[in-house]
């Protein structure tokens, strides 16, 4: 076999080769393609997973708050205590946790202002409490509602009126006839919360 044909022969098995390894390439190419097609997919996927994750969470945890709140209030007198906090919750806010009054600086479901935070925390410090509110913490209707709590115990508040009048016009709010339309307000949404039932 002379040298030419060697050569034809090598040209011949090399281009062969070549083209093959072409031909592999390219299938392996779209088969990449594929694969990543999938890949992307299943990324999707598991991050709609962790997003439907995060929401049963997040509904596990406000299933876990009502809860709580149903066993805190299952007598009769603490159902009319939730009744007047609601109610007072409609009249400050609508029941929104996200109110803000930016004249007042009044914030959340309870439309609570930095001073009563401070006197909040004054009570507990006289009361030998380590526990303190921040003014975030107006944002929480858990917190709010414990501020609530703690002012009309301090205060002795025991009436819906004493309550609501005192929410509105501070620890003396009873005797101002200012807070009587506040009241009224309040009055009226109970009423219309026990007519409903």
């Known amino acids: 076999m002379n040298s030419i044909q060697k050569f034809c022969i090598f040209g011949i098995v090399f281009f062969g080769t070549l083209l093959i390894l072409h031909t592999q390439i390219k299938k392996s190419k779209i088969y990449y393609d594929k694969y990543e097609c999938i890949y992307q997919e299943q990324v999707l996927l598991l991050d709609d997973h962790n997003h439907l994750l995060n929401t049963v969470d997040s509904l ?10 149903f066993e805190i209030f299952d007598n009769e007198p603490a159902r009319n205590m939730l009744d007047i906090i609601n109610a007072i919750m409609e009249v400050e806010s609508n029941g929104r946790d996200n109110a803000y009054n930016a004249s007042e600086d009044a914030v959340g479901c309870l439309q ?3 001073t009563m935070v401070n006197d909040v925390n004054r009570i507990l410090a006289r009361q030998g409490s380590d526990l303190r509110y921040t003014y975030d913490c107006r944002w929480d209707r858990n917190k709010s509602i414990e501020m609530f709590n703690i002012f009309i ?11 609501a009048r005192c929410w509105n016009g501070g620890p003396r709010g009873i005797n101002n006839p200012y807070t009587i339309g506040y009241w009224n307000k309040v009055e009226l949404e109970l009423e219309e919360s026990y007519a409903s039932r």
Do not use: F, P, V
Request: aromatic residues 8%; proline residues 0%; hydrophobic residues 30%.
């Open 60 to 69: 596990q945890c406000l299933i876990d708050s009502l809860n709580t709140r």
């Open 112 to 114: 609570i202002r930095q």
């Open 153 to 163: 115990d301090y205060y002795g508040l025991t009436t819906a009126e004493e309550m």
